[in-house]
């Protein structure tokens, strides 16, 4: 008897488990929906989950669909249940629409983003995470010409140092970025300036000509090669396929308080596993009383207070956009899997 009881509490230790895991239904979802332009991948999930990111797990893809995930601007969803599991499909339009007088249009060729792309555009140019000697290392920014000491697109500068390349990017260094629990040194922040083209280099003064810019170049920034790190924008939400127990380590801007489609870096990356299009839940760590009886300091357990997807990848540390926050959220608190 002991053992039918045990085994009975397995299985439904089991069947909870995987309940939980399931996709849930917001109650006031919708049966269909037409994609409209400014939508996203993430807001069109959350009209029909709780969850968004378990979002590709109720796409069910259709013959005629070459990529569930490419969603377009006039696109009919609908929610159908095949083998009695919830799915979200695209549908067929046949109905006919008489305009009068005339209708003009236009091809639509760019399918909706997963997350809002303007929130982490500055993160898709060129800047990266290199190592303190790289930087030290690359050629830096004298001056402009005629002795100007900020510059842009159309001006010429002049750097000294050994040419990287013929075309190359103007960095400035940015963070520092070190474990808060190890003390191990993650990486420092090239902040991607500008673009030019050596144009003359004699003995270890290179002429620069800027051909674009996202901001004032400076003297003291720093010439580095162009890279092609295959940066992608079609993020499909997903949880890590290991375990993932991190901290947020940075907000981008500067402030203090952290919400809704900021930015911020977290002190796990590729060595740990981690993807882009990964979704962490970020726990709010619990306030710090004093046990009335006792006398002691009681730290309250942590609380999930939003979710973040990883957009970019480095060895040892990682950028998250926030995709929700039900409260403030700030540097120091942890990230693990949704």
Do not use: C
């Amino acid at each position: 008897m002991r053992k039918l009881l045990y085994a009975l509490a397995a299985t439904a230790l089991l069947f909870t488990s995987w309940a939980q895991a399931q996709p849930e239904l917001r109650s006031d979802h919708p049966e269909r929906y037409t994609v409209v332009k400014g939508d996203t991948l993430w807001d069109i999930s959350g009209r029909f989950l709780n969850n968004p990111w378990y979002w590709p797990e109720i796409w069910h893809v259709n013959p005629q669909v070459a990529n569930p995930h490419l969603i377009y601007p006039g696109d009919r969803l609908a929610l159908v249940y095949i083998d009695g599991k919830p799915r979200i499909t695209k549908v067929a339009t046949s109905d006919v629409i008489r305009l009068s007088p005339q209708i003009r249009s236009e091809a639509i060729d760019t399918p909706i983003p997963a997350i809002p792309l303007d929130a982490i555009s500055s993160f898709l140019t060129d800047t990266r995470i290199v190592s303190a000697a790289e930087i030290n290392g690359a050629p830096y920014v004298l001056e402009g010409e005629d002795g100007r000491i900020i510059t842009g697109a159309g001006d010429r500068v002049y750097a000294r140092g050994q040419k990287p390349a013929d075309r190359v990017g103007v960095f400035r260094r940015s963070k520092e970025f070190v474990d808060p629990e190890t003390g191990e040194f993650l990486g420092l922040e090239a902040r991607s300036i500008a673009r030019g083209t050596v144009t003359a280099e004699n003995s270890d003064v290179l002429t620069l000509m800027l051909t674009q810019s996202s901001e004032e170049v400076r003297i003291g920034d720093r010439l580095l090669v162009n890279e092609d790190r295959g940066l992608t924008t079609n993020f499909v939400p997903s949880s890590p396929d290991e375990e993932v127990h991190g901290v947020m380590i940075s907000v981008d801007g500067g402030v203090s308080q952290i919400g809704q489609y900021d930015v911020v870096a977290i002190n796990r990356g590729e060595r740990e596993g981690l993807q882009s299009g990964n979704v962490l839940a970020v726990m709010k760590a619990g306030n710090m009383v004093r046990d009335p009886v006792t006398g002691e300091t009681i730290e309250l357990p942590s609380e999930r207070a939003g979710l973040l997807m990883v957009f970019q990848t480095n060895e040892k540390m990682s950028y998250g956009l926030i995709l929700k926050a039900t409260r403030a959220l700030s540097v120091g608190d942890r990230v693990t899997n949704p």
